[in-house]
T-cell receptor, first 115, second 114 residues
Framework: AQTVTQSQPEMSVQEAETVTLSCTYDTSESDYYLFWYKQPPSRQMILVIRQEAYKQQNATENRFSVNFQKAAKSFSLKISDSQLGDAAMYFC????????????WGAGTKLIIKP | DAGVIQSPRHEVTEMGQEVTLRCKPISGHNSLFWYRQTMMRGLELLIY????????DSGMPEDRFSAKMPNASFSTLKIQPSEPRDSAVYFC????????????FGPGTRLTVT
């Protein structure tokens, strides 16, 4: 069975600095998708970025980028120029290409932004 | 687009009462998901609908929980009778199709059962 592990329950970063959130996963499959979701205090789950396992290029969305290491089964999220609005819980999630719906979730990392 | 709409945003009820949570998916999306989030168990998938048909309800905790999707623009999750351990945030999410890899979440309903 696939598992997703986020080993950092909480991280803090100074405003305008860069922070990296870690995520590792375990799977025997070669084709899958990885996601980072953000959950601010408003509770809404917001998709931040996704990565297809067959793509070697790391996904980037504005200040958010990932470091996808397929062999190491690692999928970290880098947030550049951190802003107060980035404060939230961040969840890493995995989905097999064989499944059209089942997301496997990590436990989440709480990101604190220091002004 | 209005996004996924859920109501109510907050619900406080007494043990034994019936609770109905509502969801309107994004127009054009034909997959709908109900999740429950608690501190202890994180995010759990309760049930998945595709084209209004329940495909996987293995996550529904027990018979007290039921979900319906009478049409493409509306779904309900009902708990009857409710218990204090049902207190959680319930999310509805939708996606474009069976092979879409992005799920869009609603704002959630915070349920408190006293």
């Amino acid at each position: 069975a696939q598992t997703v592990t986020q080993s950092q329950p909480e991280m803090s970063v100074q405003e305008a600095e860069t922070v990296t959130l870690s995520c590792t996963y375990d799977t025997s499959e070669s084709d899958y998708y990885l996601f980072w979701y953000k959950q601010p205090p408003s509770r809404q789950m917001i998709l931040v970025i996704r990565q297809e396992a067959y793509k070697q290029q790391n996904a980037t969305e504005n200040r958010f980028s990932v470091n996808f290491q397929k062999a190491a089964k690692s999928f970290s999220l880098k947030i550049s120029d951190s802003q107060l609005g980035d404060a939230a819980m961040y969840f890493c999630a995995y989905r097999s290409a064989k499944s059209n719906y089942q997301l496997i979730w990590g436990a989440g990392t709480k990101l604190i932004i220091k002004p | 687009d209005a996004g996924v709409i859920q109501s109510p945003r907050h619900e406080v009820t007494e043990m034994g009462q019936e609770v109905t949570l509502r969801c309107k998916p994004i127009s054009g999306h034909n997959s709908l998901f109900w999740y429950r989030q608690t501190m202890m168990r994180g995010l759990e998938l309760l049930i998945y609908f595709n084209n209004n048909v329940p495909i996987d309800d293995s996550g529904m905790p027990e018979d007290r929980f039921s979900a319906k999707m009478p049409n493409a623009s509306f779904s309900t999750l009902k708990i009857q009778p409710s218990e204090p351990r049902d207190s959680a945030v319930y999310f509805c999410a939708s996606s474009l199709g069976a092979y879409s890899y992005e799920q869009y979440f609603g704002p959630g309903t915070r349920l408190t059962v006293t």
